[in-house]
Nanobody, 125 residues
Framework: QVQMVESGGGSVQAGGSLRLSCVAS????????LAWFRQAPGKEREGVASIYTGTYGETYADSVKGRFAISQDNAKNTLYLQMNNLTPADTAMYYC??????????????????WGQGVQVTVSS
């Protein structure tokens, strides 16, 4: 499995921005799906954004479209999530994930095999 480590979380006020980073130990294969998920207390883990390296297609949850942007730096094995115009509803633990294939659903956690340990994002009003 790929080892993944997130960073960049923290506390911001509503309307602020954060950029999360996720460094992977190594990837195998040419195509893979990389994604960000989040989980708030008492709620299920939900997909936020994904990028599929086979086509470089991006997928976003409706709740973050137009505010969040996923990107990657292949040379650094690093995945990013730029989060703008944050609201208290974005408060959650954020996780990066990867799978060495094209999942049946890009934002469903059951299709991903490698996970980071998570980083907390807290947005205050």
């Amino acid at each position: 499995q790929v080892q993944m480590v997130e960073s960049g979380g923290g506390s911001v006020q509503a309307g602020g921005s954060l950029r999360l980073s996720c460094v992977a130990s190594a990837y195998t294969g040419r195509s893979r799906s990389l994604a960000w998920f989040r989980q708030a207390p008492g709620k299920e883990r939900e997909g936020v954004a994904s990028i599929y390296t086979g086509t470089y297609g991006e997928t976003y949850a409706d709740s973050v479209k137009g505010r969040f942007a996923i990107s990657q730096d292949n040379a650094k094995n690093t995945l990013y999530l730029q989060m703008n115009n944050l609201t208290p509803a974005d408060t959650a633990m954020y996780y990066c994930a990867a799978v060495a294939s094209r999942p049946l659903a890009f934002l469903e956690p059951q299709y991903y095999s490698s996970w980071g340990q998570g980083v907390q994002v807290t947005v205050s009003s």
